[in-house]
């Protein structure tokens, strides 16, 4: 049985390239860059006033000056050339600075008179005027491969006119629940079966993140499960699966995924939950087996499948952040503990991990109640009010 450093160690060495794809920019949210994308003219392309006002030659004015309006410039129109000194242009905000001048009067510090404006406050030199390529020159790097795609970077891309998108290909990913004492969420169990619901619990916490799977449910026969792996193994990239790998008699998964070719990596993690944990593969598929007890496979799902996801490029990932345990906690078991946490911000900008009370693994209703898990190491049995310790989340 390994440690949970050396489990995220084997499955994160473990990369996976699949591919690149085009997609229209109106496709391309919460998917990942596959290519930099760079400035293609100045940010911002020219001198572009930033307040309604006046534009003046700031070197002109005089105490008391008024200033006759010699042209009024919209947003969209072309430059213009300032012809008197002495004059000024009216200016909409986003419009081009007009051509000699060089500062912009905002309405609010104005007096309006008969053909012009007088100044009753002015500003310094240059001010409201964000100048030409200030923020990024032409040429200049502005997002890099790998980038997660948000609203804020679909902005950038329709900027610089990307109408279609590089983007990682996503994995074809099937989710596959087993065990006879499952029935389908329509169905009315009877008193020795349980309603499926791991499988939709995986689904969901990738259908968050952009990436689409299919679910399959397959029955406690070790022939039936060998021959259903080796019909799916060509046409996905990834397995995953919820129940059938711990040591009952019926857990026959481990051994049918081995009989098709797909090579264990490791079964079995010092953690709590999900210890039975089973993690493969071969040149084509990777595979990863949970235990059926719903929170070891939410917990795994977040520890390890999306954060894997996350390294091969087909997520946006971010490091982990960690939090402050608000309260004495103690776990005696040398193993490595997910302990479900609500958070609670602090005005000095710590963020508390307060423990929620569960019922063990089988319990699916506690984690709704909770933000995410803290990740307690295995070397403590006491853990002190005021410890640091990383966080994974179940929000967005």
């Not at 997660?148 to 679909?154: G, L, V």
């Not at 916490?205 to 060998?226: P, W």
């Not at 996801?309 to 906690?329: D, H, I, M, R």
Request: proline residues 7%; contains cysteine; neutral net charge.
């Amino acid at each position: 049985m390994i440690t949970v450093e050396q489990a995220v160690t084997i499955i994160q060495s473990h990369e996976v390239d699949f591919g690149s794809i085009n997609v229209p920019i109106h496709d391309a949210v919460q998917k990942v860059l596959a290519e930099n994308i760079y400035a293609d003219r100045d940010f911002p392309p020219f001198d572009r006033v930033t307040m309604d006002g006046i534009a003046i030659f700031y070197d002109a004015h005089t105490e008391k000056k008024q200033y006759p309006v010699e042209h009024i410039s919209a947003a969209g129109s072309p430059v213009y050339k300032l012809k008197n000194k002495a004059n000024c242009v009216e200016v909409m905000t986003g419009c081009m600075m007009p051509e000699g001048c060089d500062t912009v009067i905002r309405y609010e510090d104005l007096e309006k008179v008969q053909d012009g404006y007088k100044i009753l406050g002015l500003p310094p030199k240059g001010k409201n005027v964000h100048r030409k390529a200030s923020d990024f020159p032409h040429g200049n790097l502005l997002l890099k491969r790998g980038h997660a795609i948000r609203a804020a970077e679909i902005n950038i891309l329709a900027t610089v006119g990307k109408t279609n998108v590089s983007v990682f290909k996503q994995p074809k990913i099937i989710i596959l629940s087993s065990g006879d004492e499952l029935v389908d969420i329509d169905k009315q169990p009877l008193a020795h079966q349980i309603r499926k619901s791991n499988a939709y619990m995986i689904q969901a916490a990738l259908k968050n993140r952009g990436i689409e799977t299919e679910l399959l449910h397959i029955t406690d026969n070790e022939f039936e499960i060998t021959q259903t792996f080796r019909r799916l193994h060509a046409n996905y990239d990834v397995f995953i699966l919820s129940g059938g790998v711990s040591m009952g008699k019926y857990d026959f998964i481990p051994s049918a995924l081995q009989a098709i070719g797909i090579k264990q990596q490791f079964h079995k993690v010092k953690q709590r939950p999900g210890k039975p944990f089973w993690f493969g593969s071969d040149e084509s598929t990777t595979v990863f087996a949970f235990p059926g007890n719903p929170v070891s496979t939410l917990v795994g799902t977040h520890h390890y499948l999306l954060p894997w996801l996350e390294k091969n490029q087909t997520l946006g990932g971010s490091p982990k952040p960690y939090v402050t345990l608000a309260e004495n906690y103690e776990f005696k078991p040398e193993l490595t503990l997910f302990l479900h946490c609500t958070l609670s911000p602090q005005a000095n900008g710590e963020t508390l991990a307060t423990p929620i009370p569960t019922n063990g693994s089988g319990d699916l209703v506690s984690p709704a109640y909770a933000d995410g898990f803290i990740v307690l190491p295995k070397d403590q049995t006491k853990f002190n009010k005021g410890q640091t310790f990383p966080f994974y989340t179940y929000n967005l």
